[in-house]
């Protein structure tokens, strides 16, 4: 067959040419036989069931160590589903009442279990159908013996799946991908996300049939155009070389931008910080010469486990993270519960509408208690280094006012005990069309603003974040937004205070002259946009027009 191209949604610029591993989970494949000891069979399922438990747990303490427990999560669910009596019940059942294979049995059963949770009208229950297909592959592999599969990744490849699974994720030799290509995934996907955190192209939604593909074809992705090219023509080859060979060139020369300030031509300083979910990443905002963390998104400490995490635990995360920045300011966010980041030690109570509903600086007023150990951490910790603290979904003055009274308390408390602490500066998100509006007021409250936009977006254009069918109506130049982020910044600065911006819009480099225009003191991005941003701020030479 000749050269065939396909478009697809790109969820991470850049080139990639080599060849292409095809991951293929196809269902199909597991045969029916019919077979004479049902109660062998059982025992070679609960067998398997054993082993696949052994992987998970493998899976979870590796997932824990490298990602964070937010992201090992996944694995202790799947163990859950698993160890299932109702799950492994149907399993038997099947073996014993039609004397057929456990691998069968299995498929039928996540088959069963799959379309049940596909037809829910829950968006957060229909992905836990994906989680139980990986259950059931996971199992078959075991009784059946295996494909391919990332395992079997020993030199760079352009990886092509249907979807690609977050265990797959951990477990894949990530040195040796070159780029991912999925049938499925949206823009939020473990396959998206872990594309941005290695900087590598990633094409979703890309309408092509794996069983025309073949593992060892050579492909080019495109992730600027959002195009996959199999078994390109040599012409083809030779210009995505080219490209590639002036990316690595543009990519060593950011490297030159590490140590230079970040000021355009005509002297406009603005500060550029990385987003954090733990203490790990601190690495790559320290490679990518950050000016500070804008964002320690402090509610990974609490996802992906049954308890809270202790005062101690978690005086030792803020700590580390102000030491390792040595002196520049990090950020620490109060937990940001909630909507879709659920904490099974909160036992948040189901809602129609999540993201309107109990979430981050809400549930701390609620829970008090909860809070108050978050904030003696905080307090604690902000001793060793230049630690601030920030609270997120702020819509009113009366919620501020109640903040800084239970701060005090900590402060005083923390006195009384006679244990050191430090006053951090304290800052809030500005992330509901409420606190834009009501900025000027808010401003003299506190020492800094930070814009989400992602909420903010969500909020002002009634537009779910969460929602992957929406994807066409998401505007994130929408005037509506600009204005309100240019208002914040007229009012916080009205009170001689600064602000930043700490959603994903702060990475748009088609926006950075308009927000040094507007006056932003800072940009909060993931690590690897940081000194890219920093020489586009650079190369411009801002006139005295202002907007
Ligand atoms: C935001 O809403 O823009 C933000 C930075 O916070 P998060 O994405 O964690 O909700
Ligand atoms: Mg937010």
């Given at each position: ?15 990639a040419?080599g060849?292409?591993?095809v ?14 000891d ?7 399922f ?22 964070g427990q ?25 073996i ?12 039928m ?25 990986d ?66 192209p ?94 320690f ?86 001793q ?26 900590v ?84 009170h ?19 927000f ?32």
């Open positions: 067959m000749g050269m065939f191209c396909f478009a697809g949604k790109s969820v991470n610029e850049g080139i040419l060849p292409v591993l991951l293929k989970k196809d269902r199909a494949e597991v045969r029916r036989r019919t077979i004479k049902a109660e062998a069979e059982v025992l070679k609960k067998r398997a069931v054993k082993e696949g438990m052994e992987e998970l747990r493998f899976l979870y303490d590796k997932a824990r160590k490298e990602i937010d992201g090992a999560s996944i694995f202790e669910g799947h163990g859950m589903i698993m160890e299932d009596v109702e799950f492994q019940g149907r399993i038997c059942d099947i014993r009442r039609e004397m057929v294979n456990a691998a069968y049995a299995v498929a059963t996540g088959d069963v279990y799959a379309e049940v949770f596909a037809r829910m009208e829950d968006g957060y229950m229909r992905t836990r159908g994906e989680d139980v297909k259950i059931a592959g996971r199992l078959i592999r075991i009784l059946e013996g295996s494909g391919e599969n990332v395992s079997s990744i020993n030199e760079p490849v352009i990886l092509v799946a249907d979807n690609i699974s977050p265990e797959e994720t951990v477990r894949m030799e990530k040195e040796n991908i070159l780029a991912f290509v999925t049938v499925q995934g949206s823009t939020n996907s473990h396959t998206a996300i872990l594309a941005r955190m290695m900087n590598i990633a094409l979703i939604g890309v309408p092509m049939k794996l069983e025309e593909i073949n593992t060892g074809m050579k492909a080019v992705v495109d992730g600027f155009e959002g195009r996959v090219i199999f078994d390109p023509t040599e012409e083809l080859c030779v210009q995505a070389q080219k490209r590639m060979d002036q990316e690595r060139k543009s990519f060593l020369l950011l490297d030159r931008m590490k140590g230079k300030e970040s000021v355009t031509g005509d002297g406009r300083r603005i500060r550029l910080c990385a987003n954090i979910r733990n203490v790990n990443d601190i690495k790559e905002a320290l490679r990518n010469d950050a000016e500070g963390i804008g964002l998104r402090s509610e990974f400490l609490y996802l992906g486990r049954d308890d809270f995490p202790m005062e101690e635990e978690q005086f030792a995360a803020y700590w580390e993270a102000a030491r390792s920045m040595a002196g520049k300011e990090v950020i620490v966010r109060t937990m940001d519960i909630g909507a879709d980041k659920q904490a099974s030690c909160f036992c948040l109570e189901k809602e129609e509408n999540p993201a309107l509903g109990m979430r981050g600086i809400r549930i701390c007023l609620k829970r008090p208690d909860i809070f108050k150990t978050q904030l003696r951490a905080l307090l604690r910790a902000s060793s280094g230049n630690l601030a603290v920030m609270y997120p979904m702020i819509t009113s003055v009366e919620e501020v006012l109640q903040i800084k009274k239970m701060v005090r308390d402060s005083q408390e923390l006195d009384r005990e006679g244990i050191a602490h430090g006053n951090p500066k304290q800052g809030i998100m500005i992330e509901t069309p409420a606190a834009v509006m009501i900025s000027d007021e808010l401003a003299e409250l506190v020492d800094f603003f930070s814009i989400g936009t992602n909420d903010l977006t969500q909020y002002t254009l009634a537009l779910d974040r969460q929602n992957e069918k929406l994807e066409d109506f998401y505007v994130p130049h929408h005037k509506a937004i600009l204005k309100m982020i240019h208002m914040v910044v007229a009012n916080a600065h009205r001689g205070k600064w602000v930043g911006i700490c959603g994903e819009l702060a990475a748009d480099l088609e926006l950075t002259e308009e040094i225009r507007m006056g932003v003191d800072e940009l909060s991005v993931v690590p690897s946009m940081i000194l890219k941003i920093r020489k586009k701020v650079r190369e411009l030479d801002i006139c005295s027009c202002e907007i």
